[in-house]
């Protein structure tokens, strides 16, 4: 059996072991805002709710390892003491991944991610419309565990309000937990579906992805492509030429031995079979096809 002692060990790798050891883990998709009222939503996987009386969350924006610098995030929930919790189901994890991208200050990942702002209750920060639990927190206390690249801050959070989307409760008000359809993070790319088991998503590539905002209008309010789709798609740093669709439109018409597709809620219904395989370039140039 393989042992070690955590100092013998490079930060990142510790990282890695811990983060794959201990999975998986609930998914704290976490909704702030900065002193202006500029909006960031970003997901930790160090989470987890830790009293009933009175309700109590706690995630961890940890310091980045590479350069000891700290989140948004943590920077909004200190400034401003509150933030809304959103749980991550199946039906928006792409998404989720998407805001994930370490975008500039003031961006709005809501925006990048294809997400829709809801207006909170009690707390500035928006709720994420499509999770299907959000959580109004204020923000108790942060516990700085050290200073150093990896460390821990504990965001301890007191619930003021939560919403549960109709659609997922049973016939006494109790969560059909197959109709939430949770997923949690495990370690490098992998997840794990509630009901399922485990899964894969690529991680989001060093540059940063377009964005659904960046998206041409039909394609961003597709009736074909969902939102999972759409944060695959997002998550491209370049769209691909005209010479690139051309050829690659040619082919298709060659090997599938048809004709030119025209419709676009044909070209929607191809692209999305090519991102379940996915194959995200060749959906993008089905998708800009003329």
Not at 21 to 45: H, Q, W, Y
Not at 261 to 287: C, E, M, P
């Amino acid at each position: 059996m393989a042992s070690f002692e955590p100092k013998e060990l490079t930060t990142g790798k510790l990282h890695s072991y811990l983060l794959s050891a201990v999975a998986p883990r609930p998914i704290a998709f976490a909704s702030t805002v900065d002193e202006k009222g500029v909006p960031n939503l970003s997901p930790f996987s160090f989470f987890n709710v830790f009293s009933s009386n009175p309700p109590v969350m706690v995630f961890s924006p940890s310091r980045r390892v590479r350069n000891n610098t700290t989140k948004h995030t943590l920077d909004n929930v200190k400034a401003t003491k509150e933030v809304v919790i959103n749980v991550v189901n199946f039906d928006i994890v792409h998404q989720m991944s998407l805001s994930s991208s370490e975008y500039p200050k003031g961006v709005n990942e809501f925006d990048k991610a294809g997400l829709t702002m809801l207006k909170s209750d009690l707390v500035k920060p928006f709720r994420v419309a499509e999770s299907p639990v959000q959580f109004e927190c204020k923000v108790n206390s942060v516990v700085a565990l050290a200073e150093k690249g990896g460390a821990g801050n504990l965001v301890i959070c007191e619930v003021l309000k939560f919403h549960i989307d109709d659609a997922i409760l049973n016939d006494d008000s109790t969560i059909n937990q197959t109709k939430l359809d949770l997923v949690a993070r495990a370690g490098g790319s992998f997840y794990s579906r509630a009901k399922e088991g485990f899964f894969e998503i690529p991680k989001p590539i060093s540059a940063l992805g377009i964005g659904v905002d960046n998206m041409p209008e039909d394609i961003k309010n597709s009736m074909v492509l969902t939102g999972n789709d759409l944060g695959m798609l997002g998550n491209v740093e370049a769209l691909p030429t005209d010479t690139e669709v051309e050829k690659f439109m040619n082919e298709l018409a060659k090997n599938r031995n048809t004709k030119k597709i025209t419709s676009q809620r044909d070209k929607h219904k191809l692209a999305r079979n090519y991102l379940s395989f996915g194959d995200v370039d060749s959906a993008w140039k089905i998708l800009l096809s003329k």
